[in-house]
């Protein structure tokens, strides 16, 4: 049972153009939802972050919406850059519930490829 | 600043050999402790995760076990590897103050079983 998905195994976007890439989630218990870059070879890093009292978070060229309702949050990258080629993994966490919480539930990818 | 380390980078192993992975974390105190792996194809599948030092949680059963022996240092371990066991680890770390806190992730051990 796949709680975090994203659909779109693949995205590929002109450079300076937008990318948005999505992801749905069937938990309603998630509060806490991330976003993760990662490139070949390496640990995935954490690009942005949203809570669940929130629709959307800002950060430079990257916004994070939510839309609760329809449990769906995407990422908007806007100017898009070749080097934000990688793939980029969503991923939720479940309110707190005591010793133990702070797992997190992360999607399959979507690779973006930036187009120069 | 907190920083995370894995080793080895790249490991090539016979089925049925054992596994050592380590995992350290420097620059924080208590914190809480993952293992994830990420097999072809697929997203990532937390393994283990720790919240103190002996304190330890299995979220799949397989023949991979983890320990921490120290505050800030993770290890996973297997006494015969699989086939199975093939894949990109990654060794995660969060404060383990209540909160918004994302997890920060190592740069993986690719493991390659033969």
């Known amino acids: 049972d796949q709680q975090v998905k994203q659909n779109s195994p693949s995205l590929s976007v002109q450079e300076g153009r937008i990318s948005i890439l999505n992801c749905d989630y069937t938990n309603s218990m998630f509060d806490y939802f991330l976003w993760y870059k990662k490139y070949p070879a390496e640990g995935p890093t954490f690009l942005i972050s949203i809570s669940s009292i929130k629709d959307k978070n800002e950060d430079g060229r990257f916004t994070v919406f939510l839309n609760k309702s329809a449990k769906h949050l995407s990422l908007h990258i806007v100017p898009s850059q070749p080097g934000d080629s990688a793939v980029y993994f969503c991923a939720a966490r479940e309110a707190y519930s005591g010793a133990g919480s702070y797992q997190l539930t992360f999607g399959k990818g979507t690779k973006l490829s930036v187009i120069p | 600043s907190q920083t995370i380390h894995q080793w080895p980078a790249t490991l090539v192993q016979p089925v049925g050999s054992p596994l050592s992975l380590e995992c350290t974390v420097e620059g924080t105190s208590n914190p809480n402790l993952y293992w994830y792996r990420q097999a072809a194809g697929r997203g990532l599948q937390l393994l283990f995760y720790?919240?103190?030092?002996?304190?330890i949680s299995s979220e799949v059963p397989q023949n991979l076990s983890a320990s921490r022996p120290q505050d800030r240092q993770f290890i996973l371990s297997s006494k015969k590897l699989l086939l199975s066991d093939s894949g990109f680890y990654l060794c995660?770390?969060?404060?383990?103050?209540?909160?918004?806190?994302?997890?920060?992730f190592g740069d993986g051990t690719r493991l390659s079983i033969l």
């Open positions: 720790s919240v103190g030092i002996g304190q």
């Open positions: 995660a770390w969060t404060s383990g103050q209540i909160g918004n806190q994302p997890q920060h």
